[in-house]
C-alpha cells in the first residue's frame, strides 16, 4: 500500500551553537520554488510551535544550553509525531538542529511501545554526548544519548547542575519511555567528527558506523545489505539525514558544524533510495540545513531539496 506523506516543519534551533538553522526550512522550500517544484504543495504540513527566542534568556546551562526549552520543544515534536502516525500518515521532518530527534524518535514510541526501533543515522558526529561528557554543551549533540537513556558517567568531564540533572532526566523520558532503542540497533553512516568520551562509548555499545571509505568500498548497496541483515529483528526503522554528512568542501558549507571528506550528493540518494524503500521504516527526519553559514547562497538547501525530490519516490512506493 503506497504511504501517504504529512511533512513536519519544526523551525527550532535552539539545540544548537549557532543560529540559522531554524532557517533552513525555509531555505529548502525556496530552492523547490527556484526549480519550478509543487513538492511542498503536494502534502498536507503542520508547523510545530517553537522556542526561539530561547536564545535571549539570561539563564544559562553551561553543559545543556537552554536544556529547559529543549526539552518542552521535543515533547511538542513527540507529540506531533505521534498525531501524525496516528493518523495514518508517513512523517517526514524537516528540523533545525538535530536535538529535535528525541523528540521525533519518543513520538514514534510513543505509537508502538513494544515494537522495537531500529535508528539510521547519517551523520559527521556521532552526537551522543551527555551533559557529563559534551565538549560544547549544545543538545544538538546529545540526541542519541538522550533517547539510549545513557549518561556515559564513566567519561564525565563536567559537573552539571542540580537543575540541568533534573531536565536531561526529563529529557530521556520523553514521551514515557527510558531508552527508547537498543544500542545493537543504532546503524552510523559518515560518522568522522567525534570526541574520545563518544569514542569509548561507542566502542562499548558496539555500535557499527560506516564510514565513508568503507561506503565506497563495499558500495552503498553492499552496506544496505548488511544493515538490512543488522535491523532484520527490528519492527520499525527511523532515519534521520544530517546535511553535515555531506563534504563540506565538494557539496557545501551550510551547515552549523561542516566536516570535510563526507559522502557526495549521489551517494546520500543511493543510500537513502535502498533504505527509505524498506516498509519497516515509519519516519524520516531532514536536520541541520543553515543558509546563513552557506557560502555559495542556497547550495546546501537545493542539493537537499534535490535528494529529498529524488527519494521521497521510494517514501511512497
Excluded at 535552539?14 to 531555505?27: E, K, N, P, V
Excluded at 514510541?109 to 513494544?114: A, E, G, H, M
Amino acid at each position: 500500500m503506497k504511504r501517504s506523506i504529512k511533512i513536519i516543519k519544526n523551525r527550532s534551533d535552539i539545540g544548537a551553537g549557532t543560529r540559522g538553522s531554524d532557517l533552513g526550512i525555509d531555505a529548502i522550500e525556496v530552492a523547490a520554488i527556484n526549480k519550478g517544484s509543487q513538492y511542498f504543495h503536494n502534502y498536507p504540513h503542520i508547523d510545530v510551535e517553537t522556542r526561539n527566542d530561547a536564545v535571549y534568556d539570561p539563564s544559562f546551562h553551561p553543559y545543556a544550553k537552554r536544556i529547559k526549552e529543549v526539552y518542552e520543544q521535543c515533547r511538542e515534536v513527540a507529540l506531533v509525531v505521534e498525531r501524525t502516525l496516528r493518523e495514518g500518515f508517513f512523517p517526514l521532518v524537516f528540523s533545525g538542529d538535530h536535538s529535535s530527534a528525541i523528540g521525533t524518535i519518543s513520538g514514534i514510541k510513543s505509537v508502538y511501545p513494544d515494537q522495537s526501533l531500529g535508528v539510521i543515522w547519517i551523520d559527521a558526529h556521532a552526537d551522543i554526548h551527555s551533559p557529563y561528557t559534551t565538549p560544547s554543551g549544545n543538545l544538538h549533540g546529545m540526541p542519541l544519548a538522550a533517547t539510549l537513556g545513557v549518561d556515559n558517567l564513566l567519561c564525565t568531564v563536567n559537573r552539571p547542575d542540580e537543575e540541568t540533572k533534573k531536565y536531561w532526566q526529563k529529557l530521556k523520558g520523553v514521551g514515557g519511555h527510558l531508552g527508547k532503542f537498543q544500542a545493537q540497533d543504532l546503524i552510523y553512516f559518515g560518522v568522522r567528527d567525534t570526541e574520545p568520551p563518544e569514542d569509548i562509548l561507542i566502542n562499548d555499545l558496539e555500535i557499527k558506523n560506516y564510514i565513508v571509505d568503507e561506503v565506497r568500498q563495499l558500495s552503498v548497496k553492499g552496506c544496505i545489505r548488511e544493515v538490512m541483515k543488522k535491523l532484520a529483528g527490528c519492527d520499525l526503522i527511523y532515519v534521520s539525514f544530517d546535511v553535515d554528512s555531506m563534504d563540506s568542501e565538494l557539496i557545501s558549507d551550510g551547515t552549523g558544524t561542516p566536516v570535510p571528506k563526507g559522502f557526495y550528493a549521489s551517494e546520500v540518494i543511493e543510500l537513502l533510495e535502498g533504505i527509505l524503500s524498506s516498509k519497516k521504516v515509519v519516519c524520516f527526519e531532514v536536520v541541520e540545513v543553515n543558509p546563513l553559514l552557506d557560502h555559495q547562497g542556497n547550495k546546501m538547501a537545493e542539493v537537499a531539496f534535490e535528494i529529498l525530490e529524488k527519494v521521497t519516490k521510494s517514501i511512497e512506493r
